[in-house]
């Protein structure tokens, strides 16, 4: 039992940790076709830099650590309790050492329970099978792509694109405009799992089964491998790019599954994970619960430091972007002098605020004088040492748009003049910051290392009782660094990127397959 739980253990950390082989080739790929000095190029040598760091640290790779999902085969005669037992007891361990943040919630009360442990957390499914070890894969998906998953009912109207049918073209235009739909909320570059057939709760499971193949695997039934072919071919001249700023890269894998459905229903449901790909396996030794061998680790696994040399030396023939320092308190004359592209240094003081605190301060008072200052999205990971002061281990982004219904009343009750997240906000938003004077500031979407680093001190934290990840959390930065996104004059690069990768898709409206 307790090698079993040791094991588990194990892959639980080289999961939030250390970004499979297959993977890591995607990314490099990518890498390779982005212009230096763009955004997107910039996005990726900062995606490459957090994985180095994720590397050297051993800590979460993203701080959102998602929903733990567990698919494991064992043999006939095998205990599966006693793999639970140790995968419950893992999971615990993994959450006090700061490998996985604390991230499950009651539903009613919102109350966190601390330890990732709950009514349906983990996710573990259990399959039976005739060889003689325990295959076990664990996912890790957080909840930024989570959001992103979608399921369409056939026959159905998608924007762009037309009329959807009952065939094999039908799904290719679900595939297409699932991408489109997730624009750079879900960290793009990302990868897609696609279930057809199946109901409403089978679809997705299928779907989210198709994230445990390997990225460079073929597909055996024929016409899903050249679906699978086709929208890779294709997908990419949508122009949203990494973290929706652009570019030549917005899917970086796409894998397709089928199974039976009833005559009423036809169901094409799609799983989205970020570019944060975290899922591996392992073979197991049924009787000593020890490591046979390690899953989706074949092939070369790229250097990002040459990688990250290579960037370097390609910048230098390039036009520098305008980069502007910022430090609270921050004047509306400071924030009006800024214009999408911008890139923003930060130093001294932010605060962090995710929906939790948006939904408290609508109708409370601050805990501290937000005048002039700078509220950063994130529910980072947090380790307190033997003398009770927190220290940063995990500090990327989340998913703003979900604070759209709170963020421009709050900016302007509170005085705040920045906010810093991921994926953009909405017309609200956007009108506030016109409006009061505020800007959106788009960081890097996972890349939780790197922003860490320039965490210098945790000055302190208030309403704690909402939990880790949605507490306020005072932190003193330098040199963090992001994009604006949303200015103070109208402009929205997430709107123009949306707006031209709609026109994009509607070349793909013409039939393909019959």
């Known amino acids: 039992m307790e090698k079993l739980k040791e094991s588990m253990y194990e892959l639980i950390v080289e999961t939030s940790t250390n970004l499979p082989k297959d993977v890591r080739r995607a990314i490099a790929k990518a890498k390779a076709q982005e212009n230096a000095g763009t955004r997107a190029a910039m996005s990726l040598d900062t995606i490459s830099e957090n994985i180095l760091k994720a590397d050297e640290n051993v800590s979460p790779i993203c701080q959102d650590t998602g929903l733990p999902t567990f698919k494991v085969k064992v043999p006939v005669g095998v205990n599966q309790l006693k793999i639970k037992d140790a995968i419950i007891e893992a999971i615990k361990q993994a959450t006090d050492d700061t490998k996985l943040r604390p991230n499950s919630v009651d539903s009613l009360t919102g109350a966190n329970s601390g330890d990732n442990l709950g009514p349906g957390t983990p996710v573990i499914k259990f399959e039976q099978w005739e060889k003689d070890y325990i295959d076990a894969r664990l996912i890790l998906k957080g909840g930024g792509c989570e959001n992103k998953n979608i399921q369409y009912s056939l026959p159905t109207e998608l924007e762009g694109l037309g009329r959807a049918g009952r065939d094999l073209d039908g799904i290719r235009k679900c595939i297409m405009h699932s991408v489109y739909q997730a624009q750079g909320q879900g960290c793009s570059a990302g990868f897609i799992g696609v279930g057809i057939g199946g109901d409403r709760t089978s679809g997705y499971e299928l779907a989210k089964e198709q994230l445990f193949r390997s990225v460079e695997d073929v597909n055996p039934n024929e016409d899903l491998r050249k679906l699978e072919e086709y929208v890779m071919d294709n997908v990419n001249e949508l122009g949203i790019g990494t973290m929706g700023f652009g570019g030549e890269t917005t899917l970086l894998g796409c894998k397709i599954g089928v199974m039976n459905r009833i005559p009423a229903s036809f169901f094409v449901s799609v799983a989205y994970n970020c570019w944060a790909y975290r899922r591996l396996g392992f073979k197991l030794d049924p009787n ?97 040492d033997a003398n009770g002061e927190y220290h940063v281990k995990a500090a990327g982004p989340t998913t703003s748009i979900r604070e759209e219904p709170y963020q421009g009343d709050i900016m302007k009750k509170f005085g705040i003049r920045a906010v810093i997240g991921k994926g ?58 992001a994009v604006v996104t949303m200015d103070s004059h109208g402009n929205s690069l997430h709107h123009d990127v949306e707006k031209s990768s709609l026109e994009k898709l509607a070349q793909f409206k013409d039939p393909v397959f019959k």
């Not at 003081?349 to 409370?364: E, F």
Request: net charge negative; charged share 30%; glycine share 10%.
């Open 424 to 481: 953009g906000m909405g017309p609200k938003t956007l009108k506030a910051l016109e409006e009061h004077g505020g800007v959106y500031l788009n960081a890097i979407g996972g890349a939780a290392q790197y922003y860490a680093e320039c965490i210098k001190k945790v000055d302190g934290v208030d309403i704690l009782e909402f939990g880790i990840p949605e507490a306020m959390w005072h932190l003193q930065v330098e040199g963090f660094t």
């Open 288 to 384: 000593t619960g020890e490591i046979i061998e390690w899953l989706y680790q074949d092939g070369e696994k790229i250097d990002f430091k040459k990688e990250m040399e290579k960037a370097a030396a390609a910048l230098d023939d390039v036009k520098e972007v305008r980069e502007v320092v910022l430090e609270a308190p921050i004047t509306e004359e400071k924030i009006r002098e800024l214009r999408v592209g911008d890139v923003v240094r930060i130093n001294g003081v932010m605060h962090t605020g995710r929906d939790a605190i948006h939904k408290h301060l609508m109708s409370n008072d601050a805990p501290i004088d937000l005048d002039g200052q700078i509220i950063y999205h994130c529910g980072p990971v947090m380790m307190k």
